[in-house]
């Protein structure tokens, strides 16, 4: 039942990108400036401030939880699951935004294809077009890791709970327009890269196990694996391992220089493959 839910969850994210409208933050930037105009919660401490916005939720997927859970599991708990991983797969459709990006780079419309870059990423990136290239493949392992396989991790380990409060935190951390207290914010960020470790962690070496084998095992064993920078730790790893996992040339040209995007792409979608059969092994036994 949980891989068939996260089964129909990803080809739903794959073939009808405009649901993808009903993943947008609006409803948890509202539910935030409600908390916080009503509640004025930026009075108490850090901890009390994030808890009063995370907890309410959690609780409430809670409820609805043990409303529709059920031994042996039936469709209400399927329809259950298959919204809740579909809804915290991530606020942006990342097949779309490769996409895009491909097509404004093939076009040498380079300015446009920062500004993808620049909103796929959630950040500044370089102008020069081979060393933007990279920093968009190393993103996309990033991405890919916090819209899929920490989704699909936590689903397994923690159920619907878990993921609903680790996708609350990442828009938090992630997303200045929902909270503009940098101390809620790096609080967040903290706690949610601690959820995503253990992720990038196997991501890491499910990238290796479906790409340049000898070339990503050799870059992994040169990475940091625990720092008190967890988020730091978890983004250099998978963009590493990851780059150096599909890696055949250190030169690149131009027209090479799409072929490791479409790479990265290809990687992150076997290694999605290889999360769901592990699943699926692990339900099993």
């Known amino acids: ?36 105009d009503r509640w004025n919660l930026d009075r108490y401490g850090i901890w009390p401030m994030l808890g009063l916005r995370v907890i309410p939720v959690v609780l409430l997927i809670s409820l609805i939880n043990a409303v529709f859970s059920s031994d042996p ?17 991530g606020s942006r459709n990342l097949d779309r935004d490769i996409d895009a990006y491909l097509e404004s780079f093939s076009e040498s419309d380079h300015e446009r294809a920062a500004q993808v870059a620049k909103a796929m990423l959630g950040g500044d990136v370089v102008s020069e077009p081979e060393a933007q290239i990279k920093q968009v493949a190393g993103g996309i392992f990033v991405l890919a890791n916090r819209n899929f396989y920490t989704v699909i991790f936590w689903m397994v380990v923690g159920g619907p709970i878990i993921l609903v409060a680790y996708r609350l935190l990442e828009r938090i951390a992630t997303q200045t327009y929902i909270s503009d207290n940098p101390s809620l914010n790096g609080m967040a960020g903290k706690i949610m890269a601690w959820l995503e470790w253990i992720p990038a962690l196997l991501s890491g070496v499910l990238f290796l196990i479906c790409g340049n084998f000898d070339a990503g095992l050799k870059r992994l064993r040169d990475q940091i694996l625990f720092d008190f920078n967890v988020g730091s730790v978890n983004d250099n790893y998978l ?26 792409r290809g990687l992150v979608l076997r290694a999605l493959v290889l999360w769901i059969g592990f699943v699926a092994l692990f339900q099993y036994w």
């Open 1 to 36: 039942m949980l891989t068939l839910s996260l089964i129909i969850a990803l080809v739903l994210d794959r073939i009808f990108p405009d649901l993808q409208a009903y993943r947008s933050d609006k409803w948890i930037a509202n539910y935030c400036r409600i908390l916080s």
């Open 73 to 89: 599991p039936n469709l209400l708990t399927l329809a259950f699951y298959i919204v809740v991983v579909y809804l915290c797969l």
């Open 239 to 264: 963009q590493q391992v990851g780059l150096a996992s599909i890696r055949t040339v250190d030169a690149v040209t131009e027209l090479q220089m799409l072929e490791v995007i479409k790479a990265s």
